[in-house]
């Protein structure tokens, strides 16, 4: 081949690089889940994820996916480091930052609590989903409750989802979903990481579902004098296990269930191991609930 063939091959090559290069950095875009302003972490449409963490004198930075193994991030010449993943698929993706062998948070993203612990998270959209999207719908409100519990001796914290117009029609009685966390995570879980309150303004929109309220509590619960039960060696799922997390279901059961001689209908729902506590609890079936506000 003639030099000023392969000249303009060279050429031709670069320019599609560089061309290529420029659409795909400008398909990325600041990920849902980050805080207000911050520009990384990033993805695009085709899942992949984009991080960014400023630490100038460090000297091996990885960020530790729990969804996947550890990946090196590269040093850039204004003291940033950075990586770019291969396609994760569409959902919530836990992760830390690991600095010198120091794990951290991204403070790009909002902190979310998984995994027993807060960390940062990067959500990878569904591609032309929306059914977990705020939609111009009308919405329900997502409630702070605080209340003493007699059963733990202690102060403990609920979300609960009333639905559109629930205020105002104190005359109707609302099915109640008992929505319980997964396994490390508590009670903010479905609502912050998972949207549930999107999910069913949307449904009830659509007519797909009844409107209903959603009870959504930490699932973790000891009665008062009762000491931590000891599950040292045992597996996940051995006999001793499934006994503690029955009877923490049953405490938290008792905790958020109100007896009426009206029937509600009560469902449990339940993710990771909370599936466990919804299916060995003692009592999430067989009794009638009410939620506090409709008497």
């Not at 449409?45 to 984009?50: K, T």
């Amino acid at each position: 081949m003639k030099p000023v063939a392969i000249a303009v091959l060279l050429f031709a090559s670069l320019c599609c690089t560089r061309e290529c290069y420029a659409q795909d950095a400008g398909d990325f875009h600041p990920a849902t889940t980050n805080v207000w302003g911050a520009e990384y972490p990033r993805v695009d449409s085709a899942g992949r994820a984009q991080i960014r963490v400023k630490a100038p004198d460090a000297t091996k930075v990885k960020v530790n996916f729990w969804s996947g193994p550890k990946v090196d991030m590269e040093k850039q010449s204004d003291g940033y480091w950075m990586v770019t993943t291969p396609p994760l698929v569409p959902g919530l993706h836990y992760y830390t930052v690991i600095i010198d062998g120091a794990e951290v948070s991204d403070l790009g993203s909002h902190a979310f609590f998984g995994g027993s612990k807060y960390a940062s998270a990067i959500e990878v959209p569904e591609p032309g989903s929306t059914y977990y999207s705020a939609e111009d719908v009308p919405h329900g409100q997502v409630r702070e409750v605080w209340y003493n519990s007699k059963v733990t001796g202690t102060w403990r914290h609920a979300l609960v989802y009333a639905p559109p117009n629930y205020d105002s029609q104190t005359d109707v009685r609302y099915p109640v979903l008992y929505l319980q966390h997964g396994g490390g995570e508590d009670e903010t879980g479905w609502i912050r990481q998972g949207n549930a309150n999107f999910i069913l303004d949307n449904l009830i929109a659509a007519k797909n579902c009844k409107p209903m309220i959603v009870v959504m509590a930490y699932g973790y619960a000891r009665r008062a004098g009762q000491p931590a039960p000891d599950l040292t060696g045992k597996p996940f799922g051995s006999r001793e296990m499934l006994k503690a997390m029955q009877d923490m279901a049953a405490a938290f059961e008792d905790d958020v269930t109100h007896p009426s001689s009206d029937p509600v209908h009560r469902f449990p729902l339940s993710h990771a191991d909370g599936s466990r506590s919804s299916r060995h609890g003692r009592s999430f079936h067989g009794r009638n609930a009410n939620f506090p506000g409709h008497t």
